[in-house]
């Protein structure tokens, strides 16, 4: 009997061990798939490859495995470039993955720890092969995604697309962050074609591929030759043709005589003429009478010139997929270095994506703010002090050339030639003027 027991009970616990095993497959499927996490930890070396292009012309930069200046956690490292006025060439190989039938998702962070002037902060998704030590600008890529400053007036957040071997950027004006701290950028496409744009965790855009790129021909076109039917009425109000005209309406006068005016006791009609008051404004007149508006019952609304279906448009259901992709690159050209590129992300979750961007970004969001501003009181009282004793050199500086003045004057007048004159009466009382230079000491 105890032994039939014990057996339902290990029986009771297999079961249970099926049932959350089960449950662990099925939550491991819904959590989605990483095909590529690099949050630049130690090894990170091994999986990337800085590109010699530029190098032979001086002009290639080098990337720095750093936290920055400032930072949340200064063990929170990315890659930083360096020298200013440089290309940055470095590359990742990803485990091949297609977007067909999946939601595509790229994510990374990057800190302009720089005051940047002129500068890319995008990375690229490339398919096929790529040599990574050549990997340059010319290296044909899949999508493109990321903030382009330069100046005041560029402040772009680029996503271009490419499509049968072509690039085609988003037809939106997309606006990127500007200021010095850290910030996330999620580019979210879906198999539908529809797309989400997030900047620290919230959407900044969404649309379709259908209409934010040039691709496709549009699905729908207005019809040029189409034209407003003749018995469409697209006044709102119209006159009420109930509406009499009050009988003596026109009969009223603009202008009335004032009925307060009095008659002065010193007009003489035979030599003023014949007194009359002046006139007012008269208060019964309402102006020129028109009929009161009212709703048009037949008013359609306003004419529209009507769309109708593209006979160029050609569906493509595949419209979003891209080749597959095997690399991830950092491609940028800066006048001033110094941008942290850290926790890159490629999966097919969007969930998944927002919980590590809480996990990194967002714990030290704050911490960094805090560094940030106090990196900025430090500056600030670094340059006040270098201002200052640039200020006392100059007046030391003035102070010298004032002494030297002084000195060369000084020098002047004791060098000074003076002339003395004598006269001399000789015996003949004819006398003879002399003059004598000589310096005084």
């Not at 529209?304 to 006979?311: Q, S």
């Not at 004159?421 to 003027?433: G, Q, W």
């Amino acid at each position: 009997m105890g032994s039939s027991r014990r057996g339902g009970r290990l029986e009771l616990r297999l079961r249970l061990v099926h049932r959350l095993l089960a449950l662990a497959s099925l939550l491991l499927l819904a959590s989605g798939e990483v095909i590529f996490e690099e949050r630049f930890e130690d090894g990170w070396e091994t999986r990337w490859v800085e590109s010699d292009w530029k190098r032979s012309e001086g002009k290639a930069g080098k990337f720095k495995h750093t936290a920055g200046k400032y930072s949340g956690d200064p063990d929170d490292k990315g890659i930083q470039t360096t020298l200013d006025a440089r290309h940055f060439a470095i590359s990742a190989k990803i485990p091949e993955f297609s977007n067909k039938g999946r939601t595509l998702v790229l994510q990374y962070s990057i800190k302009f720890e720089q005051d940047i002037e002129c500068g890319g902060g995008y990375i690229k998704l490339m398919s096929g092969y790529v040599n990574q030590k050549k990997y340059s600008g010319d290296t044909p890529y899949s999508l493109m995604f990321g903030p382009d400053i330069c100046g005041t007036q560029t402040k772009k957040l680029h996503l271009i697309l490419s499509y049968q071997g072509q690039n085609y950027p988003v037809k939106k004006d997309l606006q990127c962050e500007t200021d010095r701290l850290t910030h996330v950028y999620t580019f979210i496409l879906r198999p539908d074609a529809s797309y989400s744009i997030l900047v620290d965790n919230r959407e900044r855009e969404s649309g379709s591929m259908y209409t934010d790129w040039d691709i496709l021909p549009p699905r729908k076109i207005k019809e040029v030759n189409a034209k407003k039917p003749k018995d469409w009425d697209d006044r709102e109000y119209i006159e009420d043709p109930d509406q009499v005209k009050p009988e003596g309406y026109d009969s009223i006068p603009r202008e009335i005589p004032d009925p307060k005016d009095k008659k002065p006791d010193t007009w003489d009609d035979d030599d003023d003429g014949i007194w009359k008051p002046r006139r007012i404004p008269n208060p019964a007149y309402k102006g020129q009478w028109k009929r009161k508006k009212i709703k048009n019952p037949n008013y359609k609304g306003k004419w529209k010139i009507p769309w109708i279906d593209n006979p160029e448009f050609e569906d493509d259901p595949d419209l979003y997929v891209l080749k597959p992709l095997k690399y991830i690159g950092i491609e940028v050209w800066q006048v001033k270095a110094g941008s942290v590129f850290d926790n890159i992300l490629i999966c097919d979750d969007p969930e998944y994506a927002k919980r590590a961007a809480e996990e990194t970004w967002g714990a030290n969001k704050e911490a960094e703010k805090e560094a940030f501003e106090e990196a900025e009181k430090e500056r600030k009282a670094r340059e006040d002090k270098e201002a200052q004793q640039a200020r006392e050199e100059g007046e030391r500086r003035r102070r010298e050339r004032g002494d030297r003045h002084r000195g060369r004057d000084h020098y002047k007048d004791r060098y000074k030639r003076v002339s003395s004159h004598t006269v001399h009466f000789r015996p003949d009382l004819k006398y003879e003027l002399l003059t004598t230079e000589y310096q005084a000491w």
